[in-house]
């Protein structure tokens, strides 16, 4: 079975900075594509970042001119905000895409439990 293990949520000052981590665990043979998703309280959940395997990165617009989101393997995630606002409060997730297992022949598709991220104003 596959693991999405998201860190660095916390409570955070309105323009600060916070690094998310994305770790997946189990016989994970290769990875598409990985994403950050956030959903506030009585929201949608909504894509805040992806990056594919060969590290093409997509961004929403309310987040692309100060996010960086970067894999050091095929397998671990990170997500660099900074200039935070109080709208960026959240629960943040974890998402892959197209995970090939070994022994098995179709991708699948996991999520992380998410991590809360609070900016106060």
């Known amino acids: 079975q596959v693991q999405l293990v998201e860190s660095g949520g916390g409570l955070v000052q309105t323009g600060g900075s916070l690094t998310l981590s994305c770790a997946a665990s189990?016989?994970?043979?290769?990875?598409?594509?990985m994403g950050w998703y956030r959903q506030a309280p009585g929201k949608q959940r909504e894509l805040v970042a992806t990056?594919?395997?060969?590290?093409?990165a997509k961004y929403a617009d309310s987040v692309k001119d100060r996010s960086t989101i970067a894999r050091d393997n095929p397998s671990t995630m990170y997500l660099i905000m900074g200039s935070l606002k109080p709208e960026d409060t959240g629960v943040y997730y974890c998402?892959?895409?197209?995970?090939?297992?070994?022994?098995?022949?179709?991708?699948?598709?996991?999520w992380g439990r998410g991590t809360q991220v609070t900016v106060s104003s």
């Open positions: 189990g016989s994970i043979r290769s990875i598409d594509t």
């Open positions: 990056i594919t395997r060969g590290s093409s």
């Open positions: 998402r892959a895409d197209g995970v090939l297992l070994y022994g098995v022949s179709d991708k699948r598709e996991y």
